[in-house]
């Protein structure tokens, strides 16, 4: 079956401008999580969507970042007056809580470059 | 608010010599283990999880993981790596936070077999 998807799988940006990150779950996974992922920082949790709750949104780095998730299944990550430091890969994992074991599927990440 | 750590950032092997990765968090509650590998170009992938029951866990590839409760521990460990073995790891944790799943990932390991 198909997996998690993003897009784009690339992006250059210049700072300053705004970019949206895509990311489509395996189907009928309740759960969905936003990374960063930088070069010796590891992964950095940003947001977690669960079913119809209120998003998780204790690790986004600033007001710059937000998220949302339609209809409980594609969610975009947008990131507005982007910053050098926003470059990294942003990486999307999905889970199925019904299976109460909480393995996350990621998806293979789009690399954001601020120029 | 739990969190992870990995000890050892970067590990450098020669095939056939054993690995021992380590991993400790910080929560008091129950949680799930995880441990996830990346090679390169690819994505993040499971390689084992602890739930419940036996506190020995073997995963694919021949890898294995003890849950040691009482040291909040949870090493990954392999009798002997083979080139291709070379990857990023990534220890996660998964807890109930607030009425929230939430998964907390370290920092990764960098692991380097040299033929």
């Known amino acids: 079956g198909a997996g998690v998807s993003q897009s784009p799988s690339n992006k250059v940006t210049e700072k300053g401008k705004d970019v949206e990150l895509r990311c489509d779950p395996i189907?009928?996974?309740?759960?969905l999580y936003w990374y960063r992922q930088s070069l010796g920082q590891g992964l950095e949790f940003l947001i977690y969507f669960q079913g119809n709750s209120a998003p998780d949104k204790s690790g986004l780095p600033s007001d710059r970042f937000s998220a949302e998730r339609t209809g409980g299944s594609v969610s975009t990550l947008t990131i507005q007056r982007t910053q050098q430091e926003d470059s990294a890969v942003y990486l999307c994992?999905?889970?199925?809580?019904?299976?109460?074991?909480?393995?996350?599927?990621f998806g293979p990440g789009t690399r954001l470059t601020v120029t | 608010a739990q969190s992870v750590s990995q000890h050892n950032h970067h590990v450098i092997l020669s095939e056939a010599a054993s690995l021992e990765l380590g991993c400790n968090y910080s929560y008091g509650g129950t949680v799930n283990l995880f441990w996830y590998v990346q090679y390169p170009g690819q994505h993040l992938q499971l390689l084992l999880k602890?739930?419940?029951?036996?506190?020995l866990v073997k995963g694919i590839k021949g890898f294995e993981a003890e849950f040691i409760k009482s040291k909040f521990s949870f090493n990954l460990r392999k009798p002997s790596v083979q080139w291709s073995y070379t990857a990023e790891y990534f220890c996660?944790?998964?807890?109930?936070?607030?009425?929230?799943?939430?998964?907390?990932f370290g920092i990764g390991t960098k692991l380097q077999v040299i033929p």
């Open positions: 602890y739930f419940s029951g036996d506190p």
């Open positions: 189907s009928g996974h309740t759960a």
């Open positions: 996660a944790v998964n807890a109930n936070s607030g009425g929230y799943q939430k998964v907390t």
């Open positions: 994992a999905s889970s199925s809580h019904g299976t109460v074991t909480y393995e996350q599927y």
